[in-house]
């Protein structure tokens, strides 16, 4: 299954830019818990990232086209996981996401993040077509749709929103016209005031207002924005140094370990950390991307692009929340946050790419 | 880049491969825009703002938090305190820890013993203050319960005990108006140029000696820089600071053996005294009654004790030594007898018949002795207090030289003490007549100053003074209540010498017929006797004063219900080489001979027998010399 060969086509590039970020996850984590009662959770982060290595080795090592084979029946099992979670989950901080296995909690949303592209992925190659047809469009929507729908009403509409880059990718890959692009970019701009008058919550529309306005209000909303800000901000070119950083060690910064570990990072380490980091991630996009367009078929292509999109979602979603350039939205930056089902994923995400590579050469 | 598509089965066409390879390269290109954006904006954040954010980072982390220095200690000239600074506890509520807010009030309702609408009252005070701020309960609680409230830390979590030092004035109500109070400044007092540097809630000197020396009691206040965390939680302190600067201790000239003399020998009854050394002006003892407890003042009080001192009828904020202004009258007869001898009208020799009353300018004025002194010069009349004698004289030397006199024993000019808001009385004459009323002098009126009575007005301390000058023989001293101060470090600089004002000449002629008369007051069967001390030579002069004040002229009739009389008692002892001056005053308390002399007299007598009595350090050393 695992030829000789194959390891010899690893790509040790890529390979390296996404364990380099979980190094560098794991050393913010300990900073962020430092001292706290979450102490343990840098250890808890190096299991989870054993695990999450496993994954990527299972996921690299099985032929992609196997694993397509049986995509339908894995992305069947997590929908039917997502449904019992509706129906029996317990509420934990106000949604219905995590599974409880015993002393273990797992986010299903994140696993069906990979079962999804692998049936997206597993469809648009089975179903060509010149062009992108209608009903390839639909079973698009489909497809992405469902876990979509189900995340949304745990409900984790910031989760839920990371499938989106799935159904853009793979209309746009799938060949939509230009003109018709043009007009979905254009309806939820012009549906913009209906949307908000009559969908979003109160929570929601604070969160946007507070986002275009910080200021509103400092010690509510506003006051993670702000923090965040002032916490990146005022780590310089060279930052305050490892576990010296004061909007963090002092808890001035939410949620620090998890959503907000960007703005830790770019506090202790400064300009030049924040950069090195934004670059690591950057690597795994353009190879992600180089690996797609190497990729020996259509498969292999819709794989490799639909878990960077996944993935590059995710990493300018949290940036972007931490430099203040987007509302709040709960989305975890992928690799560095401390959580076991976002890195155990995204790692298996990775393997999915690195598999795509192994295999580029015809037999 | 690697791209064999164009060998791939899985390609329809050229078309569509090169299609796919575009949108692959157009999302590539969009992707690393939005990247280079977030690096710009990183850098922006960062390196640009920079130092905007690290400043607002120590804004958030940074706390200066003042550190109030000890006040100054408050010593008698003998070392001995009369203010302290004792640390008083407070009941603090944390509101951060509060959990259940009405069970939280029922209890310390039941320990603190207030009611429990006081206790929500004080809470909600604080709605607008931080979280972490506490709450200030209750204050000032009794050792019991603070001591039952920390053991009950574990039920109470919330609630907690924190000490403050406060202002002690453990003899109560003994000297307060000299020593004044302390309070939290006022926001008028904020704005002024004295109190540059304090902020609300300050404790300052309000009042007396901790006002009038409050730059040196306040001591200077230090700083400290601590760390907090987000929830405003002291994490550590910082290297830099400054600790604060205890304030001077003041060492003042009351004697506290001779001031508690003075209270007990006052009881109750409502005036003033002022005891001095006339030979430097140094206050001995220095009294005004009624009193108040100081110590009500260092509270964050009840509006009700404020206002019960405020409203009194009886004034017991003002300070009737210095604040008060009376007629002086028999005393002033003395003044009239220097004047006259000073200015060369009369002799000592001047003789005059007193029938018991005189009439001048067509008015009946009356002697207070029924019947009359009949014939007597100037030592007999001042020994008897003969009214008609002053009377005859007054008409004959004029109000000008009588004003003119006065201005130069004293009297009209404030004295200079070291207290706040000195009276300078009044001592009229044409031109003040003029000034003040638009009116003509009528020479009645100076009948009427003649014994001290009409527009004349004096107060105690200006009284002590004059007693002093005729018993030094003409100087002025500065009446002073700060003998020396501590300088940093505990120690002391030395005692302030005294201060010469001014001095006036009088012939020793006239010294002698003022100090024969006053000692004849005193020791020769005159109006006096009462403040007689074997050996020691008293000499002083009494007074009874109206209190009802003559318009125009004298209601001699009024003279005979002494009981609604003012008392002077005005001396220096003994006769030659004084060391102690005085003026007692007792409002409404019938004749000075009877009110006044017997207060003056027991001060002496303390006075004499700390003097003549070897230290008591040196008795201890001869006892253990001689087992």
Same mark, same amino acid.
């Given at each position: 299954?695992?030829?000789?060969?194959?390891?010899?086509?690893?790509?040790?590039?890529?390979?390296?830019?996404?364990?380099?970020?979980?190094?560098?996850?794991?050393?913010?984590?300990?900073?962020?818990?430092?001292?706290?009662?979450?102490?343990?959770?840098?250890?808890?982060?190096?299991?989870?990232?054993?695990?999450?290595?496993?994954?990527?080795?299972?996921?690299?090592?099985?032929?992609?086209?196997?694993?397509?084979?049986?995509?339908?029946?894995?992305?069947?099992?997590?929908?039917?996981?997502?449904?019992?979670?509706?129906?029996?989950?317990?509420?934990?901080?106000?949604?219905?996401?995590?599974?409880?296995?015993?002393?273990?909690?797992?986010?299903?949303?994140?696993?069906?993040?990979?079962?999804?592209?692998?049936?997206?992925?597993?469809?648009?190659?089975?179903?060509?077509?010149?062009?992108?047809?209608?009903?390839?469009?639909?079973?698009?929507?489909?497809?992405?749709?469902?876990?979509?729908?189900?995340?949304?009403?745990?409900?984790?509409?910031?989760?839920?929103?990371?499938?989106?880059?799935?159904?853009?990718?793979?209309?746009?890959?799938?060949?939509?016209?230009?003109?018709?692009?043009?007009?979905?970019?254009?309806?939820?701009?012009?549906?913009?005031?209906?949307?908000?008058?009559?969908?979003?919550?109160?929570?929601?529309?604070?969160?946007?207002?507070?986002?275009?306005?910080?200021?509103?209000?400092?010690?509510?909303?506003?006051?993670?924005?702000?923090?965040?800000?002032?916490?990146?901000?005022?780590?310089?070119?060279?930052?305050?140094?490892?576990?010296?950083?004061?909007?963090?060690?002092?808890?001035?910064?939410?949620?620090?370990?998890?959503?907000?570990?960007?703005?830790?990072?770019?506090?202790?380490?400064?300009?030049?950390?924040?950069?090195?980091?934004?670059?690591?991630?950057?690597?795994?996009?353009?190879?992600?991307?180089?690996?797609?367009?190497?990729?020996?078929?259509?498969?292999?292509?819709?794989?490799?692009?639909?878990?960077?999109?996944?993935?590059?979602?995710?990493?300018?979603?949290?940036?972007?929340?931490?430099?203040?350039?987007?509302?709040?939205?709960?989305?975890?930056?992928?690799?560095?946050?401390?959580?076991?089902?976002?890195?155990?994923?995204?790692?298996?995400?990775?393997?999915?790419?690195?598999?795509?590579?192994?295999?580029?050469?015809?037999? | 880049?690697?791209?064999?598509?164009?060998?791939?089965?899985?390609?329809?066409?050229?078309?569509?491969?090169?299609?796919?390879?575009?949108?692959?390269?157009?999302?590539?290109?969009?992707?690393?825009?939005?990247?280079?954006?977030?690096?710009?904006?990183?850098?922006?954040?960062?390196?640009?703002?920079?130092?905007?954010?690290?400043?607002?980072?120590?804004?958030?982390?940074?706390?200066?938090?003042?550190?109030?220095?000890?006040?100054?200690?408050?010593?008698?000239?003998?070392?001995?305190?009369?203010?302290?600074?004792?640390?008083?506890?407070?009941?603090?509520?944390?509101?951060?820890?509060?959990?259940?807010?009405?069970?939280?009030?029922?209890?310390?309702?039941?320990?603190?013993?207030?009611?429990?609408?006081?206790?929500?009252?004080?809470?909600?005070?604080?709605?607008?203050?931080?979280?972490?701020?506490?709450?200030? #309960?209750?204050? /000032?609680? *009794?050792? +019991? $319960?603070?001591?039952?409230?920390? =053991?009950?830390?574990?039920?109470? !979590?919330? %609630?907690?005990?924190?000490?403050?030092?406060?202002?002690?004035?453990?003899?109560?109500?003994?000297?307060?108006?000299?020593?004044?109070?302390?309070?939290?400044?006022?926001?008028?007092?904020?704005?002024?140029?004295?109190?540059?540097?304090?902020?609300?809630?300050?404790?300052?000197?309000?009042?007396?000696?901790?006002?009038?020396?409050?730059?040196?009691?306040?001591?200077?206040?230090?700083?400290?820089?601590?760390?907090?965390?987000?929830?405003?939680?002291?994490?550590?302190?910082?290297?830099?600071?400054?600790?604060?600067?205890?304030?001077?201790?003041?060492?003042?000239?009351?004697?506290?053996?001779?001031?508690?003399?003075?209270?007990?020998?006052?009881?109750?009854?409502?005036?003033?005294? #002022?005891?001095? /050394?006339? *030979?430097? +002006? $140094?206050?001995?003892?220095?009294? =005004?009654?009624?009193?108040?407890? !100081?110590? %009500?003042?260092?509270?964050?009080?009840?509006?009700?004790?404020?206002?019960?001192?405020?409203?009194?009828?009886?004034?017991?904020?003002?300070?009737?030594?210095?604040?008060?202004?009376?007629?002086?009258?028999?005393?002033?007869?003395?003044?009239?007898?220097?004047?006259?001898?000073?200015?060369?009208?009369?002799?000592?020799?001047?003789?005059?018949?007193?029938?018991?009353?005189?009439?001048?300018?067509?008015?009946?004025?009356?002697?207070?002795?029924?019947?009359?002194?009949?014939?007597?010069?100037?030592?007999?009349?001042?020994?008897?207090?003969?009214?008609?004698?002053?009377?005859?004289?007054?008409?004959?030397?004029?109000?000008?030289?009588?004003?003119?006199?006065?201005?130069?024993?004293?009297?009209?000019?404030?004295?200079?003490?070291?207290?706040?808001?000195?009276?300078?009385?009044?001592?009229?004459?044409?031109?003040?007549?003029?000034?003040?009323?638009?009116?003509?002098?009528?020479?009645?009126?100076?009948?009427?100053?003649?014994?001290?009575?009409?527009?004349?007005?004096?107060?105690?301390?200006?009284?002590?003074?004059?007693?002093?000058?005729?018993?030094?023989?003409?100087?002025?001293?500065?009446?002073?209540?700060?003998?020396?101060?501590?300088?940093?470090?505990?120690?002391?600089?030395?005692?302030?010498?005294?201060?010469?004002?001014?001095?006036?000449?009088?012939?020793?002629?006239?010294?002698?017929?003022?100090?024969?008369?006053?000692?004849?007051?005193?020791?020769?069967?005159?109006?006096?006797?009462?403040?007689?001390?074997?050996?020691?030579?008293?000499?002083?002069?009494?007074?009874?004063?109206?209190?009802?004040?003559?318009?125009?002229?004298?209601?001699?009739?009024?003279?005979?219900?002494?009981?609604?009389?003012?008392?002077?008692?005005?001396?220096?002892?003994?006769?030659?080489?004084?060391?102690?001056?005085?003026?007692?005053?007792?409002?409404?308390?019938?004749?000075?001979?009877?009110?006044?002399?017997?207060?003056?007299?027991?001060?002496?007598?303390?006075?004499?027998?700390?003097?003549?009595?070897?230290?008591?350090?040196?008795?201890?050393?001869?006892?253990?010399?001689?087992?």
């Amino acid at each position: 299954m695992l030829e000789r060969r194959s390891i010899h086509n690893l790509d040790w590039v890529l390979a390296f830019a996404v364990l380099s970020l979980c190094a560098a996850g794991m050393g913010m984590v300990y900073s962020a818990t430092l001292g706290g009662p979450l102490t343990p959770l840098a250890t808890k982060q190096i299991v989870y990232f054993a695990i999450g290595l496993a994954a990527m080795i299972l996921a690299l090592a099985v032929d992609y086209h196997t694993l397509a084979s049986l995509s339908y029946v894995f992305y069947a099992a997590s929908l039917l996981l997502l449904v019992y979670l509706l129906i029996f989950g317990r509420a934990i901080a106000n949604t219905r996401g995590w599974l409880e296995l015993g002393p273990v909690n797992f986010q299903p949303a994140e696993m069906t993040k990979i079962t999804t592209l692998l049936a997206l992925s597993s469809y648009l190659s089975r179903n060509r077509s010149s062009g992108l047809t209608p009903s390839n469009m639909l079973a698009i929507i489909v497809i992405v749709g469902i876990p979509f729908l189900l995340i949304a009403r745990q409900p984790d509409l910031g989760t839920a929103i990371t499938f989106l880059p799935l159904i853009a990718v793979a209309a746009f890959l799938g060949g939509m016209r230009v003109r018709t692009i043009f007009v979905l970019v254009m309806i939820p701009i012009l549906a913009l005031p209906f949307f908000w008058n009559h969908y979003l919550k109160d929570y929601q529309k604070t969160r946007v207002l507070t986002f275009l306005d910080p200021s509103r209000d400092p010690k509510g909303a506003g006051y993670q924005v702000l923090q965040s800000r002032i916490a990146v901000g005022s780590g310089g070119l060279t930052g305050k140094g490892f576990l010296e950083g004061t909007q963090g060690q002092l808890k001035f910064l939410p949620a620090q370990h998890t959503d907000f570990i960007f703005a830790l990072m770019a506090e202790e380490r400064g300009f030049l950390g924040s950069m090195v980091v934004l670059v690591l991630y950057f690597v795994v996009i353009y190879r992600c991307i180089a690996i797609a367009r190497a990729a020996r078929d259509l498969l292999g292509v819709y794989l490799a692009m639909g878990a960077m999109a996944l993935f590059a979602c995710q990493v300018l979603i949290n940036i972007g929340v931490v430099l203040g350039l987007m509302p709040t939205t709960g989305v975890p930056l992928p690799l560095m946050s401390y959580g076991g089902s976002s890195l155990i994923t995204t790692l298996a995400g990775m393997g999915l790419v690195l598999n795509v590579w192994m295999r580029r050469l015809v037999n | 880049m690697a791209w064999d598509y164009r060998n791939s089965k899985d390609f329809k066409d050229y078309y569509e491969e090169r299609r796919l390879q575009r949108r692959i390269g157009f999302i590539f290109v969009l992707l690393s825009a939005v990247f280079l954006a977030y690096l710009f904006n990183l850098w922006f954040l960062q390196v640009v703002n920079g130092d905007n954010y690290r400043r607002l980072a120590d804004n958030n982390r940074l706390r200066q938090i003042v550190e109030n220095p000890l006040r100054g200690l408050i010593l008698d000239r003998e070392g001995r305190p009369i203010v302290q600074n004792r640390i008083a506890f407070n009941v603090l509520l944390d509101r951060e820890k509060l959990v259940r807010r009405e069970e939280t009030v029922r209890s310390l309702s039941k320990i603190l013993n207030l009611p429990e609408q006081t206790v929500r009252e004080r809470i909600e005070r604080y709605r607008n203050r931080p979280i972490f701020e506490p709450v200030i #309960v209750k204050e /000032d609680v *009794d050792m +019991g $319960e603070a001591a039952y409230l920390e =053991s009950r830390r574990l039920e109470l !979590p919330e %609630v907690s005990v924190a000490i403050e030092p406060k202002r002690s004035y453990q003899n109560r109500d003994l000297a307060a108006h000299a020593l004044g109070y302390v309070g939290e400044i006022s926001e008028t007092q904020l704005g002024k140029q004295r109190y540059a540097g304090y902020q609300l809630g300050d404790v300052i000197g309000k009042a007396g000696l901790e006002s009038f020396y409050d730059t040196d009691l306040a001591g200077e206040k230090g700083w400290k820089q601590v760390i907090v965390n987000s929830l405003g939680r002291e994490i550590r302190a910082l290297p830099a600071g400054k600790r604060p600067l205890a304030g001077n201790a003041l060492r003042l000239s009351l004697d506290l053996d001779l001031q508690q003399e003075l209270e007990s020998a006052f009881e109750d009854k409502m005036g003033s005294a #002022v005891f001095l /050394d006339p *030979d430097t +002006g $140094e206050i001995l003892a220095i009294i =005004s009654k009624p009193s108040f407890d !100081p110590n %009500v003042f260092a509270r964050r009080f009840s509006a009700e004790e404020w206002k019960e001192l405020i409203n009194s009828e009886t004034h017991p904020l003002q300070n009737r030594a210095i604040q008060s202004k009376f007629a002086p009258g028999s005393v002033f007869k003395i003044v009239m007898s220097i004047a006259a001898l000073e200015s060369g009208k009369a002799t000592p020799a001047r003789t005059d018949f007193c029938p018991g009353y005189t009439v001048i300018y067509g008015r009946r004025f009356l002697c207070h002795q029924e019947g009359g002194h009949g014939t007597l010069a100037m030592v007999e009349a001042i020994k008897k207090s003969c009214n008609v004698y002053f009377y005859h004289l007054g008409r004959d030397i004029g109000i000008e030289t009588i004003s003119e006199w006065a201005h130069k024993l004293g009297f009209g000019q404030a004295t200079g003490i070291d207290l706040a808001h000195e009276e300078a009385g009044t001592v009229p004459d044409e031109a003040w007549k003029r000034r003040t009323h638009n009116e003509p002098w009528y020479p009645g009126e100076t009948i009427s100053v003649s014994i001290g009575q009409g527009a004349l007005e004096v107060t105690p301390i200006q009284m002590a003074v004059f007693a002093s000058v005729i018993g030094n023989g003409g100087t002025f001293y500065r009446p002073h209540l700060l003998l020396s101060r501590e300088v940093r470090g505990g120690v002391e600089e030395a005692v302030k010498p005294p201060e010469v004002l001014g001095n006036v000449k009088l012939k020793p002629s006239t010294l002698q017929v003022v100090k024969q008369a006053m000692w004849e007051v005193v020791n020769e069967g005159g109006t006096g006797t009462k403040a007689a001390i074997p050996g020691k030579d008293v000499c002083g002069k009494t007074g009874t004063a109206q209190v009802v004040k003559a318009s125009a002229g004298v209601k001699s009739e009024k003279l005979a219900e002494s009981i609604r009389d003012n008392a002077w008692f005005v001396g220096f002892a003994p006769k030659d080489h004084p060391q102690i001056a005085f003026a007692v005053f007792v409002e409404r308390g019938g004749h000075g001979g009877e009110a006044a002399a017997p207060i003056a007299q027991r001060v002496m007598l303390k006075f004499f027998e700390k003097k003549d009595k070897p230290p008591e350090g040196t008795q201890v050393a001869r006892a253990t010399q001689h087992p």
